[in-house]
């Protein structure tokens, strides 16, 4: 069941096309990696699905409806640039952030203690902002994002600024809050970081949507039967496969990384590799989403 | 709506319970007070003694330049350049040379000294000299200074207002006048303050990103709203505070003031007595001045319809800021840093300096259409109609005059919104004025 869908959203500013028609469907409870690289038009699309700014044609729904200014509340928006008010301490400014979302006083103070502790930042509460270090006022916007227990959480590069500690304190909170049963959206340009995260992904390019599915079909599909092997030997191409590169290993053995011509499958690989070297590993390359956002990028389909 | 109110509160209660406000709301008044305290003073108190060497080589003033609370003259004899000299050795605060005059054709006198003499003591000298020329020219025409002082006149003019009721009141053109520049002095004042701190607080929204978490959750034109009128609860808050503190400071220094004012007059009546020298005239002329200025005024707070400036007050001083701040809060989005908000804030701030300047021809004029249309476009209208309002203006007008400041504002909201809505979302982009407009038209 999808929670979010996009259908045909179109955005253009004075000087250039942000969005062109894109449409995608965001299912309920999943990790969703919207990828792409700066001056894509992701955070044009995540503006305005958070009604900042308008869409010239198109519509985004959020579990079937329209989204509203009231629907707005049920989406935890935190932004690529992070900012708080530098002069308001913590306790107030997350209260402040919690009740212009729509939360009572008593049910908010409850929810900031809670999620200061969570977080380690109980003994912070009477601070200004100011007073933080960096990666602690970004643990507080993260709770100012989270804080209203939104069904969606959209998260503009969240780990840009974290130490890996906290980077990953933030992954298990992340985790946490999907088990409980919301749907996340991951925007970021560096693609390999969220790849492990994201159970779904959309890939953007110059305004439009390229690619967008399951990670793992997507994977799939872009298989290229390309394998590495291990081998003791030398290897030489052939009506069967191609030798695309080959180096020794810490081991005096030598890795190739070889491409199928037949679309015979790996076993008939194998029986054919069988004959000409003595094989130690075998594994089929699965391309990276960089690889494959690089190649479908490119223009060099492989389908 | 709810958001508003949370919006407003937050921006009230982060800049009351500032440090830097509770030690301006307190400072101030003992600054104003000590600034006024200053001046009266500096006008009231003596001059330190000057001495002054006359060389008056035509003889005819010899007796002319009598000594003073300021001034001590004596003759001398001696040459031009042996005077110079002893000024020179610091013997002498100044030097006056009259050489030997025509009557008819005085020419040639100087006065010379070390550094440059005051204005007034320059007036004084030449008011004697030319005292004394007039004396000579009477008496050598044959008339008697007492029968020409005999025919002198002295009037003094006292002003009515005639309403409709009949009554004449005694209106009182200076405690008007007073009344009225202070108002719109203090509403000028306020608009450049809390309009600037309109536009720091949006830019610093704009700089921290915090912009974005909070739009997201609020609409741009809710969030300007509520910020502008949060900032006028803090002037608001500061203003009575000032009026409430003032009263208490200017009581307790005013009665402190009026004790000593009566001991030395005592004290002054006393000597002048005691040494037997009839005052000079110049001098009780002054006081009596002043006198009447100080009736003058009390009488103002009677005749002048204090409830009506009360009103006006705080209608313009509301709607002026509301109309300046909502500007300066569409300044503040469109620029990346204070720095960059100069060139915006000019323009914007030309009918409110115009409005200051144009205050003197005003005053002279309080019923011209120069006041008057100043008084009714919303721009200049807060200061301009504060200053008329005390002499009197005719309902029709006062009406107009905030019917369109009530429209100017919601212009200028509105307008500042179509601006602040795109700005605060842009970074990095040159802003100019074809920007703005091609904002202002944007749809969403």
Redesign the interface.
Known sequence: MELLRIENLSKSY?NHQALSNVSMAIPKGSIFGLLGPNGAGKTTLI?II?????QDSGEAYLGGEKIT?EL??R?G???E????????KVGEQLL??A????LSRTDAVDKIKNWLRRLDLTEWHNKAIEDLSKGMAQKV?FI??VLHEPELIILDEPFSGFDPVNANLIKDEIFKLQEAGATVIFSTHRMESVEELCDHIALINKSQKILDGKKLDIKNDHKDGTFIVTHEGSLVGGAHFELLSSSRTEIGLTESIIKDRTAGGPNNLVKELINHVEIHSFIEKVPTINEIFISKVKGGSHE | MNNIGLIIAREYLSRVRKKSFIVMTLLAPILFGGFFFFIGWSATREADTQTIVVVDESKLFESVFENDNETVFSYTSTSLDNAKEEVLTGLFDGLLYIPSVDVEKPEGVAFYSTNNPSITMMRKLSRRIEGEIENIKLTRSGIDKEVLDGLKADVDISTFNLSESGDEVVSSSIGATAIGWASGFIIYMFIFVYGAMCMRGVVEEKTSRIIEVVISSVKPFNLMLGKVLGIAGVGLSQFILWVILSIGISTFVGGMFAGNATSVKDAQAQQLEQMDIPQDEGQLAQQEAQNTVFSDFTGALSTVNIPLVIICFLFYFLTGYLLYGALFAAIGSAVDSDADAQQFMFPVTIPLIISIVALNGVINDPNGSMAFWMSIIPFTSPVIMMMRVPFGVPVWELALSMVLMVGGFLFTIWLASRIYRIGILMHGTKVNYKTLGKWIMMKN
């Open positions: 004075s503006r958070t009604r900042i700014i308008e200014p707005v509340r989406i928006y935190l932004p640039e992070r900012g708080l008010y530098k002069k308001m402040y952030l009740r212009l979302k729509g916007q100012a994002t």
